[in-house]
């Protein structure tokens, strides 16, 4: 039953904890962290009022032990649960458990989650809603039977996991050849990522977009819908750069996903934040491809755009609360870039480890979503995701040279990110003019390699010999030394004695 949520414990870790918790503190909600134990110093434990030790390294010990949360939830009376995204954000047997447990769920119903997280089930429910899906088959396990059903598709068509999403358990195929050999590596990753390893065969849409529509239900009955993210900028089906609005809708056709996102959403009586993905094809068509019934990584541009608090939304409509009327919409244009401990010149290879120093950007129209600090060792259990930088603008130019300046000044000492590829994208001719699909950074960056590496690698190595030399004052310039709190001389910083330095910036 909706009521007043007092203590909230937050089912997840760093950067959206970390988000989730900020506008919890702004509503007077007091909250509770829970951590593994490699992110026992984690700073979303810090940002908490509270924090439980789950125990164990894995998320399987930690992040995803239902009876754990539970308890540490029993143990720090807190009355409701936020899941985040991740994790288990879309499973039902979570959200049911929360609710047989006397606390409030933020986030949709078990049943909503039922009927939609499954791939197979959500495609019979916007069909019913008269969402345009695209043509499938199942994969029956007769290899001539499914080779059949894949001519009759017309190659390329997509080996796709029923559960969960984020790109695992999907695979592309070009002929029958190939066919058998995607369908079982689909099903071993599937069945390795959600522990469930059905997939289904969907027609692949060749040059396509990937679009999304950000939902909002309350418990009233009532569904909006706030507007459109592009997210065609993807490797291996994993988003790297989302904006918006998007710059090849116009509003006829945002006027018609967003009508089809919301009858599907009220189709389920769903209720909380959700996000229904399109694909669309070159001669405009939109295609159904999946709901996620969650809060997005990506959430940050449609709050930059409406000037919205979509996690507030979320807790108030927990608590009882209509949805505003009307829906806001947008002004502006936003740009998101997710930053990754990954070497991209490496084949993408996850780069956990020490982050000796960072200096995370700022600037007019910047936001930075970010778990990060000096000394903290990212672990090597969970996603590589760092932060997400997010810049505003009256317009997209403007937006994108407002993201570059501040990629350029975001400096992370310790690890490989992505930064410096991320900036190629953004220089591109081919961002400025919009024409990036799902399938370009596959077949266009996927031997990058970045034009001064070696110059930065240098750069970096000589600053940390500074540092752990303590000569670092008299070799960077006059500002050799400053004082300590307690009046005594240290040795400056090089950090602070460089200037404006850039991290990937041209000479």
Not at 123 to 138: I, K, M, N, T
Not at 219 to 234: I, K, M, N, P
Not at 244 to 255: E, F, K
Request: charged share 25%.
């Amino acid at each position: 039953m909706a009521g007043p949520i007092r203590k909230l414990l937050i089912a997840n870790r760093s950067e959206i904890a970390c988000r989730i918790a900020q506008t919890a503190r702004e509503m007077g909600i007091a909250t509770v962290a829970v951590h593994s134990d490699p992110d026992a110093g984690g700073e979303h434990v810090r940002a908490c009022d509270q924090a439980v030790a789950l125990g164990g390294a894995s998320s399987a010990e930690s992040y995803l032990d239902i009876s754990k949360l539970l308890d540490a939830a029993r143990r720090t009376g807190a009355d409701a649960i936020h899941p985040g995204y991740g994790f288990l954000a879309e499973r039902a047997e979570f959200a049911a458990a929360v609710e047989a447990a006397g606390l409030t769920f933020v986030g949709p119903t078990a049943a909503s989650i039922d009927a939609i997280g499954d791939k197979i089930r959500a495609r019979r429910a916007a069909e019913e809603s008269g969402v345009p899906v695209l043509p499938s088959a199942p994969v029956t396990g007769d290899d001539g039977a499914d080779r059949a059903a894949a001519d009759k598709l017309g190659f390329p068509v997509l080996v796709k996991a029923a559960a969960g999403g984020g790109g695992r358990g999907m695979r592309r195929v070009d002929d029958a050849a190939t066919l058998i050999d995607a369908i079982s590596s689909a099903q071993r990753e599937a069945a390795s990522s959600f522990g469930d390893d059905r997939v289904y065969m969907e027609k692949f849409v060749v040059g396509p977009r990937h679009i999304e529509i950000q939902v909002f239900g309350d418990t009233h009955g009532r569904a909006v819908h706030l507007g459109e993210r592009e997210c065609s900028v993807q490797r291996r089906h994993q988003k790297i750069i989302e904006e918006a609005p998007s710059p090849v809708v116009d509003a006829q056709m945002r006027a018609s996903m967003g009508n089809a996102a919301v009858a599907l959403a009220a189709a389920i009586g769903y209720r909380g934040a959700g996000t229904v993905e399109f694909v669309v094809a070159p001669d405009g068509r939109f295609y159904f491809l999946e709901m996620n019934t969650r809060l997005q990584v990506e959430h940050a541009v449609t709050e930059m755009v409406t000037n919205t608090d979509l996690v507030r939304w979320q807790l108030e409509v927990a608590m009882g609360a209509h949805l505003p009327q009307p829906a806001p919409t947008a002004r502006g244009h936003a740009i998101e870039c997710r930053i990754c401990a990954e070497d991209p010149a490496n084949g993408f290879l996850p780069s956990a480890g020490r982050v000796r120093r960072v200096d995370h950007p700022r600037g007019v129209g910047i936001r930075v979503d970010s778990a990060l600090r000096d000394d903290w060792t990212v672990p090597v259990q969970y996603d590589s995701m760092l932060a997400k930088v997010i810049a505003w603008a009256p317009d997209r130019a403007q937006a994108n040279a407002r993201m570059i300046a501040a990629l350029e000044g975001f400096s992370i000492l310790g690890l490989t990110t992505n930064i410096a590829f991320l900036l190629e994208l953004l220089r591109s001719e081919r961002f400025a003019r919009a024409e990036f699909f799902t399938t370009t950074l596959d077949a266009e960056f996927a031997g990058w390699k970045p034009a001064d590496q070696l110059s930065f690698d240098v750069a970096a190595a000589a600053v940390a010999m500074l540092v752990r030399s303590g000569r670092a004052g008299g070799a960077v310039g006059a500002r050799s030394s400053t004082a300590g709190a307690d009046g005594a001389a240290r040795i400056a910083d090089p950090w602070e004695t460089l200037g404006a330095w850039r991290v990937g910036g041209r000479p």
